[in-house]
């Protein structure tokens, strides 16, 4: 992962954890880390995958529409990433 992709994620964890109210762990949350069900450490629920949804698409104009799509896309901070670049410019 290169300095960018770093930059990047750590502006996008920023901006999710922000949008759901939550603080990043203290011992960090790593990129691959689940945000939902019995293995997550941020306790999201389904409301806050509608505001995480919601905030994409405002900052970057991505329609998350699918619910299969989003329930993937919203598995972690790396999943998230990746489907935000495969998605085509606004």
Do not use: C
């Amino acid at each position: 992962m290169n300095n960018t992709d770093i930059a990047y994620r750590a502006e996008l964890k920023a901006y999710i954890l922000a949008s759901v109210d939550k603080s990043e762990p203290a011992d960090g949350l790593r990129d691959d880390e689940p945000w939902f069900g019995p293995d997550s450490r941020l306790d999201l629920d389904s409301l806050d995958a509608l505001q995480i949804s919601i905030a994409i698409q405002k900052k970057y104009q991505v329609r998350m529409t699918d619910s299969k799509d989003t329930r993937r896309a919203l598995i972690s901070l790396r999943t998230l990433a990746e489907y935000l670049r495969s998605q085509p410019l606004a």
